[in-house]
C-alpha cells in the first residue's frame, strides 16, 4: 500500500532562517506531488505541484521554492522565512488517472 | 482559474440532527468534486467524492449531491455523532491535476 512520509512534525524558526521540509511517498511510481500551506483557520493553499522529476509548478509567488529531486521525493525550501510563512504545512500525492489526493500528517511551522 | 466558494464558514448542530455543507463552483469544465474531513491538528481526508456523471452518492451517514446546472454540490451528514465534529472542505477539478478546496466548515456537535 502507499504511504506519505513528512518531516519534521513541527518546526520554530527564526525570521531571515533557512527552511526545507522533505516529503516521501512509497509504495507507487511517478506520482503527482504537491505542496499546500494552511494558515491557522483558514483553508488549504496549493502552493507548488509536481508531475515528474525536475518538473514544479508554482501557484504562488513568495520566498518559497521546491525541488523534486527524485521520483518519490519532494522538498520545499526556502533561504529567509518571514513572518507570514508560518503555518500549516501539507505534502500530498496523487496520480493522472485518479485525482484523489492523499495527504502526509503536516508540518507546523512558526517563524518568529 | 477555478473559484469554490464554502458556506457556512461555522456550524453548529445537536447530535442526532441532521449537517448540510454547501459549495458552488465557477468552472463548468470540473468534473471531480471530493469532500474532506480535517481533525484538529491532523492531516485531511477523503471521505466521499463525487464525478460529474452522477447526481447524488451515499455512504452510510454521509451522502454527497450535485447540480451541475448550477454548479453547485453539497454535503449532507445524518445522525450526527461527536466525532463528526471537525473542519470540513469541499473541492472541484477539471481533471488537470490540481484541486481547489473551498475555504471550510468548522463544524460542531453538540452532545
Known amino acids: 500500500s502507499q504511504t506519505i512520509h513528512q518531516w519534521p512534525a513541527t518546526l520554530v524558526q527564526p525570521v531571515g532562517s533557512p527552511l526545507s521540509l522533505e516529503c516521501t511517498v512509497e509504495g507507487t511510481s511517478n506520482p503527482n506531488l504537491y505542496w499546500y500551506r494552511q494558515a491557522a483557520g483558514r483553508g488549504l493553499q496549493l502552493l507548488f505541484y509536481s508531475v515528474g522529476i525536475g518538473q514544479i509548478s508554482s501557484e504562488v509567488p513568495q520566498n518559497l521554492s521546491a525541488s523534486r529531486p527524485q521520483d518519490r521525493q519532494f522538498i520545499l525550501s526556502s533561504k529567509k522565512l518571514l513572518l507570514s510563512d508560518s503555518g500549516f504545512y501539507l505534502c500530498?500525492?496523487?496520480?493522472?488517472?485518479?485525482?484523489?489526493?492523499?495527504f502526509g500528517s503536516g508540518t507546523q511551522l512558526s517563524v518568529l | 482559474g477555478e473559484n469554490v466558494e464554502q458556506h457556512p464558514s461555522t456550524l453548529s448542530v445537536q447530535e442526532g440532527d441532521s449537517a448540510v455543507i454547501k459549495c458552488t463552483y465557477s468552472?463548468?469544465?470540473?468534473?471531480?468534486f471530493p469532500w474532506y474531513k480535517q481533525e484538529l491538528g491532523k492531516r485531511p481526508q477523503l471521505i466521499i467524492d463525487?464525478?460529474?456523471?452522477?447526481g447524488e452518492k451515499k455512504d452510510q451517514r454521509i451522502a454527497v449531491t450535485l447540480n451541475k446546472t448550477a454548479k453547485h454540490f453539497s454535503l449532507h451528514i445524518t445522525e450526527t455523532q461527536p466525532e463528526d465534529s471537525a473542519v470540513y472542505f469541499c473541492a472541484a477539478s477539471t481533471g488537470n491535476e490540481k484541486l481547489t478546496f473551498g475555504t471550510g466548515t468548522r463544524l460542531t456537535i453538540i452532545p
Open positions: 463525487i464525478r460529474s456523471n452522477v
Open positions: 468552472d463548468s469544465a470540473s468534473n471531480y
Open positions: 500530498a500525492w496523487g496520480t493522472t488517472t485518479n485525482e484523489k489526493l492523499f
